[in-house]
């Protein structure tokens, strides 16, 4: 191979390394474009993260003092539903011991009709 054929040769193989070269600064730019992308998209889905969380702490704080709520209505519930029992438990006596009377009242008045 003389000096020409040489020359060219290498011309033509600093070319294919030129062009590759190129495609590698083209390829690195595109992974540099799309890297900040992907950071742009990691940042939004952390804000979006964060604002769920916030959310998500302010609904288990509404879920705690509902169920706070819940239990005193529960508390209040029961009490009254006792009040209720003892009251129902006083008529029936009260109830009872009219009856009772009605009937000795009765047996009283028969005994002073049957007198006549």
């Given at each position: 191979?003389?000096?020409?054929?040489?020359l060219?040769?290498l011309d033509?193989?600093?070319?294919i390394?030129t062009?590759?070269v190129g495609?590698l600064?083209e390829?690195?730019v595109e992974?540099?474009?799309?890297?900040?992308e992907m950071k742009?998209?990691?940042?939004?889905q952390s804000?979006?993260?964060?604002?769920?969380s916030?959310?998500?702490?302010?609904?288990?704080?509404?879920?705690?003092?509902q169920?706070?709520?819940m239990?005193?209505?529960?508390?209040?519930?029961r009490?009254?539903?006792?009040a209720f029992?003892?009251e129902m438990k006083q008529?029936r006596?009260v109830s009872?011991?009219?009856a009772?009377?009605?009937?000795?009242?009765?047996?009283?008045?028969?005994r002073?009709?049957?007198k006549?």
């Open positions: 191979m003389d000096t020409d054929q040489k060219d040769r033509q193989k600093l070319e390394l062009d590759q495609r600064t390829g690195l992974f540099r474009l799309d890297l900040r742009e998209v990691m940042r939004q804000e979006v993260l964060q604002r769920q916030e959310t998500l702490d302010r609904q288990s704080e509404t879920l705690d003092r169920s706070e709520k239990d005193r209505q529960s508390e209040m519930m009490q009254n539903h006792e029992m003892a008529i006596e009872q011991q009219q009772d009377t009605t009937d000795r009242l009765v047996k009283i008045v028969d002073l009709l049957s006549e």
